[in-house]
C-alpha cells in the first residue's frame, strides 16, 4: 500500500474533453504538490496547495486541497495535446518526501 | 544552463558491474536527492543529503552509495548490479529540506539497463 494513491493511473481522452484526477492518501499533509512529468525528463512542479479546502487555478488546470488535507484533485478543463504527460501528487507528511502512484495521461488530437 | 543535470542519461551494463552517475546542481540549493522511478512510474525516494550531510536514507541495498563532495554534486555508486536495478534514476535538489512545500528540481533522469 503506497501512502499517496492516485486514481486513475491510465486516462486517454479526446481533446476538448474534461477530466479529472484524484490524489488519496490516510494521512494528513500540511501541503500537497502536483508534478507533471514529460517522456523522458524530469517532474516539473505544477502547484503547491497549503491549506485544507484550498483552491488554485493555473489556467485550465484546477487543483483543490481536501478540506482535511488528505486529499487533492486536479481537474484538466478542455484538455489538449499538450497536457499529455504523467501527473505526480507529492507531499510530506513529516520530513520524509512521497511521492504518488502516477496518472498516466493521453490527450488524443 | 541546466539547473540540475545528470550523467551519463543512458548506461547499459552487465550484471555484476560498478557503476556511478553523477549530477550536479547550479541553483545554489542545500538539498539533493536522488530517486528510482520503476517500470511502473513509481517515484521512490532513495536519499537526501543536506549540506553535504546524509538526512534520509531510504530501504536501499548498501550496495547504493551516495556522495556528497559539496552542496553542488551528489553522486551514485552502485556496486555489483543486479537485474532488478534496472530503473530510471533521477537526481533532484531543493532550496532547503524538511518542508513539504519545499520545490524540487529535477534532473532529465539516467535510465540504467542492467543485462
Known amino acids: 500500500t503506497q501512502l499517496l494513491e492516485q486514481s486513475p493511473q491510465f486516462l486517454s481522452i479526446q481533446e476538448g474533453e474534461n477530466l479529472t484526477v484524484y490524489c488519496n492518501s490516510s494521512s494528513v499533509f500540511s501541503s500537497l504538490q502536483w508534478y507533471r512529468q514529460e517522456p523522458g525528463e524530469g517532474p516539473v512542479l505544477l502547484v503547491t496547495v497549503v491549506t485544507g479546502g484550498e483552491v488554485k487555478k493555473l489556467k485550465r488546470l484546477t487543483f483543490q486541497f481536501g478540506d482535511a488535507r488528505k486529499d487533492s484533485s486536479l481537474h484538466i478543463t478542455a484538455a489538449q495535446p499538450g497536457d499529455t504527460g504523467l501527473y505526480l501528487c507529492?507531499?510530506?507528511?513529516?520530513?520524509?518526501?512521497?511521492f504518488g502512484t502516477g496518472t498516466s495521461l493521453t490527450v488524443i488530437p | 544552463d541546466t539547473a540540475v543535470s545528470q550523467t551519463p542519461k543512458y548506461l547499459v551494463t552487465q550484471m555484476g558491474n560498478d557503476k556511478s552517475i553523477k549530477c550536479e546542481q547550479n541553483l545554489g540549493h542545500d538539498t539533493m536527492y536522488w530517486y528510482k522511478q520503476d517500470s511502473k512510474k513509481f517515484l521512490k525516494i532513495m536519499f537526501s543529503?543536506?549540506?553535504?550531510?546524509?538526512?534520509i536514507n531510504e530501504t536501499v541495498p548498501n550496495r547504493f552509495s551516495p556522495k556528497s563532495p559539496d552542496k553542488a554534486h551528489l553522486n551514485l555508486h552502485i556496486n555489483s548490479l543486479e537485474l532488478g536495478d534496472s530503473a530510471v534514476y533521477f537526481c533532484?535538489?531543493?532550496?532547503?529540506?524538511?518542508?513539504?512545500?519545499?520545490?524540487?528540481?529535477f534532473g532529465a533522469g539516467t535510465r540504467l539497463s542492467v543485462l
Open positions: 533532484a535538489s531543493s532550496l532547503r529540506s524538511g518542508s513539504g512545500s519545499n520545490i524540487q528540481y
Open positions: 543529503y543536506n549540506n553535504k550531510e546524509l538526512i
Open positions: 507529492a507531499g510530506a507528511p513529516g520530513n520524509q518526501f512521497y
